[in-house]
């Protein structure tokens, strides 16, 4: 099994146990695996849900560009409630798992296929 392999398999333990979600595991790849290289930094493999110029990086280069929604009230709202369900004060929010929520909640599963 490789790096990417068992990161996967981290991102969708959190998405069960953390999360409460039984995950899509060919969408979970498919996400991580659109995440890049950024998953294997441990900076840049989280969100700092706490930062607010974070999570308006995850509104306007994942929402915006590679989800192609609108920009509006809906989309901040949309990451909080994805943070609120991982758990504010869970550590390690990884990318991977909450770009995977937001892609549910908005229902843009077909980017990926």
């Given amino acids: 099994m490789g790096k990417r392999d ?3 398999e981290k ?3 959190d998405l069960r ?7 899509d595991m060919d969408l979970l790849t498919k ?3 659109g995440c890049g ?3 294997y930094n441990d900076d840049a493999a ?3 849900a706490t930062q607010e110029g974070e999570l308006e990086t995850v509104k306007n280069n ?4 590679k989800l192609a929604l609108r920009d509006g009230p809906e989309l901040m709202d949309a990451i909080n409630k994805v943070i609120d369900t991982y758990g504010r004060s869970e550590r390690n929010k990884y990318r991977a798992v909450v770009y995977y929520m937001l892609v549910k909640h908005f229902g843009k599963e ?3 296929s």
């Fill in 17 to 23: 146990t953390k999360c409460g979600m039984t995950p």
């Fill in 110 to 112: 077909s980017i990926y």
């Fill in 46 to 48: 989280t969100v700092a």
């Fill in 11 to 13: 991102y969708a333990d």
């Fill in 37 to 39: 290289p950024a998953i």
């Fill in 31 to 33: 996400v991580t695996i």
């Fill in 62 to 65: 994942f929402l915006i560009k």
């Fill in 6 to 8: 068992e990161l996967i």
